[in-house]
């Protein structure tokens, strides 16, 4: 009796200092200081899209609308509305986009995000957008041309009006798709993505065209290389509840900033 309690007593010790060792990795990881700006669209009023990095890049909503969201509340888009969030500046080798998107049709291309990377103006940045065959796509510009994963997009049996995540990684030479947690597309370039950046916009294409029919929530861009568990993690527990676990010690303290922002 007397061994099995001492055994017992060792696995208690050893399953701690193993959750103790896992929650370093995750804060490690996922670093509240590396955002470059998160949009919860939890606020469920007014006409503002709230950045709570404390880097106040504040979204104006146009025409779109309060709804039930991935988590708590998101923006529905429909007609010509659209967030403009204005020039957000990017880092030149590592970023990482997430979100969350439903959308209802798409007879055509549809802009989910984007930060330029406009064919017909030659924007630098990033954007992420569904083609009218319902794949999925990437695409990053240096103001002077673009490359995206066009012939290569990635069908990835989302399906209408129901949520699925998409994110992506960009490192300064390749660009990694993810959709649901799962990376299911590359490809190499070495552009400088800071050159001719465009305003962020959510829902369409500058504010213009290729309007999304459909839902966003959850939204963030970091200045870090997110990993595919990093991103699962992302995922599974929402912003809010990846964050929070990364939470303790000095990132307590920007977390804490991040929710009297919300």
């Known amino acids: 009796m007397k061994f099995s309690i001492v055994k ?33 669209f939890d606020e469920n009023s007014g006409n503002k899209a709230k950045d709570s990095s404390g880097n106040d890049h504040h979204g104006e909503l146009k025409g779109a609308k309060w709804a039930n969201g991935r988590f708590k509340t998101a923006l529905e888009f429909g007609g010509d509305a659209h967030v403009n969030v204005g020039k957000v500046p990017l880092p030149k080798n590592q970023v990482t986009v997430v979100l969350w998107v439903s959308i209802n049709t798409s007879s055509q291309w549809i802009h989910i995000i984007e930060n330029g990377v406009v064919e017909f103006t030659w924007h ?22 673009y490359k995206d994963n066009a012939g290569n997009g990635v069908p990835t049996g989302w399906k209408y009006k129901k949520w699925f995540h998409l994110g992506f990684t960009y490192d300064g030479s390749t660009a990694r798709h993810y959709q649901d947690g799962k990376q299911t597309h590359t490809f190499d370039s070495k552009l400088d993505i800071t050159k001719g950046v465009g305003t962020l916009i959510f829902g369409s294409m500058q504010g213009k065209q290729r309007f999304l029919d459909g839902a966003i929530d959850d939204v963030a861009i970091f200045n870090a290389i997110l990993s595919q568990d990093d991103i699962k993690t992302i995922m599974k527990t929402g912003l809010e509840g990846a964050l929070d676990v990364s939470s303790s010690g000095k990132l307590a303290t920007t977390w804490a900033y991040l929710k009297t922002q919300q």
């Open 124 to 145: 630098g940045g990033f954007r992420l957008e569904v083609g009218g065959e319902g794949s999925t796509y990437i695409a990053i510009g240096d103001g002077v041309g």
């Open 8 to 40: 017992f007593s060792k696995i208690c010790v050893s399953l701690v200092v193993v959750n103790l060792l896992l929650i370093g990795i995750i804060e490690a990881k996922i670093d509240p200081d590396t955002l470059i700006g998160v949009w919860l």
